[in-house]
């Protein structure tokens, strides 16, 4: 790693016009890291960005809705993964208190919602629309739920109203939250073997999405104000009857203070952009190819050097 | 609510005996329950009204915020961060060399290795020897010896604080009885008090990561520390503090001299508890930013690697029992003695040899740099092929079927309508007959503490999620009890069984619980069924632990009188054996019911709706008084068994005569 470093340092060195900016300071940039991979590894990918200017980092773990108070108070430096539908909430909310600002949106776009793996649609072969899901409700059924299917939704605290979707538009479900995603993976895992089918709550990216290939299911399309005006959306009394958006954003968090205090590496972190391949490459670097994260961090780099080389080039 | 419990509070009057009042109670309790199930109950006899429910967490926010920002402890605590955060950032350059002062980091696993090694030996000969460098062999191995160091790096620092505080609490409250008063409750409250309690407060006062991790540790692993130093202070005989005395010592030199000395192995017995509850926290304190293992843990079940995981969790238990038996050892060893004149390295020889194992090692390494460090494409992890293995046993057509009959008539028939019939008690009738189980049980003085207690869950508002808690803690126990009590009886026939028994108890104690959860979903699916075994794993610990410990200390002449008498095996074991043992096997029950009290806010993990959940919820946010609240209901309900279960064993124990 180091001979690659030095490398990669002479290389930026060489491309970065230095008298751009005040120096950066020499206070290690703290940048947190959560339980999944994609984030791990982008965040070690900018990590070693910074690094490779001459700046010092260090990671962190944290939970990723407690981050915005983190960053917010400066205790760490930016978040990398701000996904609209997951911490658009924490995000705004923290938004609101002052200490961090919007720092830019990835390429990259973030859905979420009920999705199911490709051999479900053996059982079910209407999929993906809503309607076909709920004609074959039955195949979704388990021990514990009788005659009705079962989806089974993220963790309470998500908030992503499964529940509710399934009364707006009158669905033979039952809904069963998971603990955790750890515990939504265990049940896809379980059903993989004889190939059950099941409907779970899912997001892309993701690196479910490379273990089991699958679908999001196509509820009606999300229309602005369906969480908010019962009329939006095709049950004229009731919310959440559409879809969640099928392109939410992926933004990037920074502390106030960071700006200021190390604005070289403020300048890349505006630049920076990953796309959807890009995130999946990275996580299939860990989650499949089992590197570590900071050994995915460096393939990706020494495989990519047209994609970053420009952040830290202009 | 309060007045209902007041008015079937039992007194001395009217001659009934207590078993007579019990079965009042549950009368009273039968006749609202079917009341309620015919539709004659008001609503308000059924669940407290939501009007009514104080607004607890409220209040404890204003608390918080007055006494964190206006006493200004935040500023206090952060200040103390400060220099928590400089000590471990020594630790953690010397363990993984993180870019701080001194800078001399990373030590060479190899030298730390051979160190273990060296220390095993002197405590505990060859085969301890083995134990201490192969475990950190194995780490490095493996591939996890980087985040290994991330959690001893915290853990070298947390484990003395633990036992340097307790054992200063413990002698104040050895010195000061008013203080052993004002503790003892504390201490019994901190102990059933569920982690996730404790880690917000970390969090909000000693910032995300490490330092967080470090307090929560702390402060989770120091009760027993502070129980065991009044205990073994106590025991001091007055013969050897007269010699103290007589030889002139001033107090200082008492206490520095002869009591501690004395007080050694309770004390010792302390740091061992101090080292395992540490060591317990690791996957937890994850949850706040810890690094290290437990990260990493939470990281790999995250993205569905059983295998990986799961070798993380033998490395935490080989750490574990390590450290468990080199403390043991350090227990039973007593300070050697040399003959006059011995020459100074040979009394310190040990010393010397890892002293020079470890500079060896050092030096090694600046040559060899498979001596300082092995990266990851040299390691021996088996991650994909444990996967597969894992996999291949849950898709067996036998495990399938039995998982899914259990799951069909077990869970279906038997757990979800005992669900619904718990949820379906009124409140006040719920709460009379657990006044009735404490008071037929424990005593007068048990049943007003349950009634208290109970009655404030009740005022708490989250009366349903604690009913659900109860419920899977009752479930769990009463399957845990049908397994682990014939496991622990057939155990303790010979000594052979007993010992191996007993290590897989050790191991089932210290592997990570969250490692089995995957397992658990994937075999049940995410059902009541999955918590309940998932807890039933952890709660037949000690029920088998305690029922061999139990009847294996049934004194000989007892079984001996049996066979003389002519008893066949079973009436020996049923009317000899098990009555002599039960006190110590209440015990073990009353263990099993604590650990249930704390898996199940871990099972949380898997999908629940009692107040695990709610409390994972609240470590997102800042939302410390709901935090605290939920806490305390566990708390509280726990509080309740332990007291009952306890009062009894004594009890039982006084009357067979064993003593203490």
């Known amino acids: 790693m180091n001979k690659f470093t030095t490398a990669l340092s002479a290389g930026v060195v060489a491309l970065m016009p230095m008298a751009a900016f005040a120096e950066d300071s020499s206070d290690p940039i703290v940048i947190p890291i959560h339980n999944w991979s994609s984030q791990i590894v982008m965040s070690h990918v900018v990590g070693q960005i910074f ?49 961090l600002h919007d720092a830019g949106d990835h390429d990259a776009v973030t859905r979420e919602d009920w999705w199911y793996p490709m051999w479900t649609k053996d059982a079910c072969p209407g999929l993906p629309s809503w309607e076909a899901l709920n004609d074959c409700a039955a195949v979704f059924a388990t021990a514990e739920t009788g005659d ?44 993989e073997a004889d190939k059950k089918p099941v409907v779970v709550f899912n997001w892309t990216p993701n690196f479910a999405e490379a273990v089991w290939p699958g679908e999001f299911v196509e509820f009606p399309e999300w229309v602005e104000g369906c969480d908010k005006d019962p009329a939006v959306g095709p049950n004229p009394d ?59 961090a460096e393939a990706w780099l020494e495989q990519n050097p047209e994609v970053w080389q420009g952040w830290t080039g202009s | 609510m309060a007045d209902v419990t007041d008015s079937y509070r039992p007194d001395r009057m009217a001659g009934f005996s207590r078993t007579q009042w019990a079965q009042v109670l549950v009368g009273v309790a039968v006749v609202l329950t079917v009341l309620q199930y015919t539709g004659l109950l008001p609503a308000a006899f059924h669940r407290l009204p939501e009007e009514l429910v104080p607004n607890f967490a409220g209040w404890l926010d204003a608390i918080f915020n007055f006494v964190k920002d206006d006493l200004g402890l935040l500023a206090l605590t952060r200040l103390l961060t400060e220099g928590l955060q400089w000590l471990l950032d020594v630790t953690a350059n010397l363990l993984f060399g993180k870019r701080r002062w001194p800078n001399i980091g990373p030590i ?25 460098a192969g475990t950190f062999i194995w780490t490095a191995l493996i591939g996890q010896w980087t985040i290994a160091m991330e959690t001893m790096s915290v853990l070298v620092v947390a484990a003395p604080l633990a036992f340097f505080i307790g054992l200063g609490f413990g002698i104040l409250a050895w010195r000061k009885p008013w203080v052993n008063r004002a503790i003892k409750p504390v201490l019994s409250v901190l102990q059933t008090l569920p982690f996730f309690t404790y880690l917000l407060p970390a969090v909000i006062f000693f910032k995300v990561g490490p330092t967080a991790g470090a307090v929560a540790t702390t402060i989770y692993a120091i009760p027993p520390m502070i129980l065991m130093t009044t205990l073994g202070l106590q025991k001091v005989s007055p013969e050897v503090v007269e010699a103290g005395n007589m030889s002139g010592c001033t107090r200082w030199q008492l206490l520095r001299h002869v009591y501690l000395p004395s007080a050694r192995t309770e004390i010792l017995v302390g740091v061992n508890q101090v080292i395992m509850l540490c060591l317990a926290m690791v996957v937890l304190t994850a949850f706040i930013g810890m690094p290290g293992l437990g990260a990493k843990l939470l990281a790999m079940m995250g ?65 060899v740099p498979e001596a300082q460090a092995l990266g990851r494409r040299q390691n021996f992890s088996q991650g994909k092929e444990l996967d597969n293995l894992i996999k291949g046993f849950l898709n067996i057509d036998v495990v399938k079927a039995t998982t899914g009959f259990l799951r069909a008539f077990v869970n279906v028939q038997i757990l979800i309508p005992f669900r619904n019939f718990m949820l379906s008690i009124p409140t006040p009738a719920f709460i009379l007959l657990v006044i009735a ?37 009752i479930s ?9 009590l014939p496991l622990g009886i057939v155990a303790a026939r010979t000594e052979k069984w007993s010992k191996r028994i007993l290590l897989v108890c050790d191991t089932a104690q210290t592997f990570p619980s969250f490692v089995y959860l995957i397992p658990a979903i994937m075999l049940f699916g995410i059902t009541d069924i999955a918590v309940i075994f998932s807890i039933l794993i952890f709660a037949m610990v000690p029920l088998t632990r305690y029922t061999i410990e139990g009847l294996r200390t049934v004194p000989v002449e007892m079984t001996e009188a049996a066979d003389m008498a002519g008893a066949t095996r079973m009436q020996k074991l049923w009317k000899v054996q098990l009555p002599l043992a039960l006190p110590t096997m209440a015990v073990g029950f009353n263990q099993a019911i604590m650990f249930a009290f704390f898996m199940v806010i871990i099972a949380a993990f898997i999908g629940t709706q009692d107040l695990g959940q709610e409390l994972q919820r609240t470590l997102a946010g800042t939302d410390m008084g709901k935090n605290f609240v939920l806490g305390i209901c566990v708390a509280l309900m726990a509080l309740t068994f332990d007291l009952t279960i306890l009062k009894w064993a004594s009890d039982q124990k006084k009357k067979l005569g064993l003593g203490d």
């Open chain 2, 108 to 132: 060479p696993w190899t030298a730390v290795a051979a160190v273990a090694g060296v220390v095993g030996y002197y405590l505990g000969g060859w085969r301890m020897a083995l134990l201490g």
């Open chain 2, 476 to 484: 769990a126990v009463v399957i845990a009890m049908m397994i682990g």
């Open chain 2, 303 to 367: 993205s569905f690697k059983l295998g990986r995981s799961f070798e993380i969790g033998i490395t935490i238990v080989l750490l574990a029992v390590m450290l468990d038996r080199m403390s043991k050892a350090w227990v039973v060893k007593q300070p050697e003695h040399f003959e006059k004149g011995t020459p100074w390295w040979k009394k310190h020889f040990m010393l010397l040899l890892g002293v020079g194992l470890f500079l060896f090692f050092v030096l090694l390494s600046q040559f």
């Open chain 1, 238 to 296: 009731a919310l959440y009857d559409c879809g969640n958006p099928a392109k939410g954003y992926l933004k990037k968090a920074a502390w106030d203070g960071m700006k200021d205090k190390w604005p070289a590496a403020y300048d890349v972190l505006t630049k920076i952009s990953f796309t959807n391949p890009q995130i999946a490459e990275m996580a299939k670097f860990v989650d499949v190819d089992e590197m570590e994260p900071e050994e995915a």
């Open chain 2, 437 to 473: 189980f404490a008071l037929w049980l424990g005593g007068k003085k048990q049943a007003v503490y349950a009634g208290v207690f109970f009655s404030l869950v009740a005022l708490s508002g989250w009366w349903d999620r604690s009913v659900i808690t109860l419920y899977s803690v």
């Open chain 1, 51 to 99: 690094e490779s200017m001459g700046n010092n980092v260090e990671f962190v773990t944290t939970d990723s809705q407690a981050v915005y108070e983190s960053v917010r108070l400066g205790d760490v430096a930016l978040e990398l993964e701000v996904w609209e539908g997951a911490f658009g909430a924490s995000f705004r909310a923290a938004l609101e208190k002052g200490g």
């Open chain 1, 148 to 191: 009705k299917g079962r989806y089974l939704d993220g963790p309470v605290d998500w908030l992503k109203h499964g529940q509710e979707r399934v009364e707006a538009l009158g669905m033979d479900f039952v809904v069963v939250n998971a603990g955790s995603a750890a515990a939504l993976w265990a049940e896809i895992g379980a059903a």
